[in-house]
């Protein structure tokens, strides 16, 4: 096990402490499988009573760095539920779709996965204080995990912009919360020189650790699919650790003999918050940072720092980048929770940039096809209440509101009537 720089090649030991290359370049871990892995040493452990059994992660350790058992701090995290609806695979326009809800980790959010594995390594290697910049759902995430590992937090948070579910959730368990005059791209600018200046433990998904951990999204997918391969992965686009990930799983699925032909993947992004798309559609010749804006708030970010990584994504699975706009990632989140699934904003890109990318000829009517759901509904009240009660919901199908009327049975009948008939 090494880390390797994506740009210039150079190695250094699994065990050194780097966010980036001294080329400034990303880091990945090469693992060294060198020898096919059996699926049936994972399914056994399925029901397993053992600590990493239960993980819907460290079930998959063969997979994953190496971390003392004793440093290692799980919830445990993962085995997520796997929703096959017809009604959203008719809507979206596909003959099967299957929704991995990432939003159902403990703390809400995809997070956990990649933060169970950093976290237990920022322990591991000792640690005084663990740090990142998020649109909140990984500030929530790196502050449970800090104060399950006995580590102080610090997380830097765009002021504002994040909502109410998430900076609770991090003032809840105890982080030190920096609120900044900017942007999450300015916060994640700082937090890396932070982490540079004072030696501080960085747990953004720069850190390869993270993206390790949120590789086993698609290892649980599979396994809950009994191995088969869907013919498309899509998922939402923001700082891109996640598009990096799959990426990386699925170079490790093969060199383990798992896999022999990867799916395809499809990363969305909000148009206001699309630098990775624009890249795509030069065939990645350019990139340019922009400054993001997206009712999408887990997702507003314009400068992602793993771009290199989720290109390679991109780039060994011939896959694609679509983006959606606000009102159309939000009429698919409305969709996804009436259909009693429910997510959050960010997350429902996945549903929105499928139906998008559907109709554009680019995935075929009859794909099977597996979606990500990153978010829980929860995380984000403020959008539904907006959606179904705010400006312009009298002209959403969709939306939803609640009536008020006296405690009487006559005032009770009418909304009975109009409750029936839907
Ligand atoms: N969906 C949700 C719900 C997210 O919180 C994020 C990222 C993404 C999608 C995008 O994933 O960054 O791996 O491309 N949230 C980060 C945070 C940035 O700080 O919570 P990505």
């Known amino acids: 096990m090494l880390l390797r720089c994506m740009e210039c090649g150079r190695e250094y030991p699994a065990n050194e402490v780097r966010n980036r290359c001294d080329c400034g370049g990303l880091l990945d871990i090469d693992l060294g499988i060198t020898s096919p892995l059996a699926t049936d040493l994972f399914d056994q452990r399925l029901g397993g009573r053992g600590r990493l059994d239960q993980s819907g992660v460290w079930r998959f350790r063969e997979l994953l760095p190496t971390i003392p058992g004793d440093a290692i701090v799980t919830k445990p995290e993962g085995n997520t539920n796997l929703y096959d609806v017809e009604s959203l695979a008719r809507w979206a326009g596909v003959e099967r779709l299957v929704l991995k809800h990432e939003g159902e980790n403990p703390t809400g959010s995809f997070k956990d996965r990649g933060m169970t594995v950093a976290a237990s390594h920022a322990k591991w290697t000792g640690a005084r204080i663990v740090a990142c910049a998020s649109t909140g759902n990984t500030s929530a995430s790196v502050a449970s995990y800090a104060a399950l590992a006995g580590v102080p937090s610090i997380v830097f948070v765009p002021e504002g912009k994040i909502s109410a579910a998430k900076l609770g959730q991090t003032i809840a368990y105890g982080a030190t919360i920096v609120q900044i005059r900017g942007d999450f791209d300015a916060a994640m600018k700082l937090v890396e020189q932070a982490s540079d200046a004072y030696g501080i433990y960085l747990l953004n998904s720069i850190n390869p650790f993270r993206m390790e951990g949120q590789k086993t999204i698609l290892f649980d997918l599979l396994q809950q699919l009994e191995w088969a391969l869907p013919d498309w992965v899509v998922l939402p686009g923001g700082n891109l650790g996640n598009s990096s990930a799959l990426g990386r799983a699925l170079i490790d699925l093969q060199a383990a003999g798992i896999l022999a032909e990867p799916p395809r993947v499809a990363v969305i992004q909000a148009a206001g918050a699309s630098p990775f798309y624009e890249a795509f559609r030069s065939g990645f010749r350019s990139f340019e940072p922009m400054e993001a804006e997206t009712v999408a708030s887990a997702i507003r970010i314009g400068n992602p720092v793993s771009y290199a990584r989720a290109r390679r994504t991109i780039e060994i699975t011939n896959g694609a980048v679509e983006i959606v706009s606000d009102t159309e990632l939000l009429d698919a989140k409305a969709m996804i929770d009436r259909a009693g699934i429910g997510c959050e904003p960010a997350s429902a890109t996945t549903l929105a940039g499928l139906r998008k990318l559907v109709q554009a000829g680019t995935i075929a009517p009859n794909a099977f096809v597996a979606g990500i759901l990153t978010g829980n509904l929860m995380k984000d009240t403020e ?40």
Do not use: F
Not at 387 to 399: C, F, I
């Open 383 to 422: 959008a539904v209440i907006d959606y179904h009660l705010g400006a312009g919901s009298d002209e959403r199908p969709l939306a939803n509101k609640p009536v008020l009327i006296d405690p009487t049975l006559d005032a009770l009948e009418g909304v009975l009537a109009g409750a029936l008939q839907r």
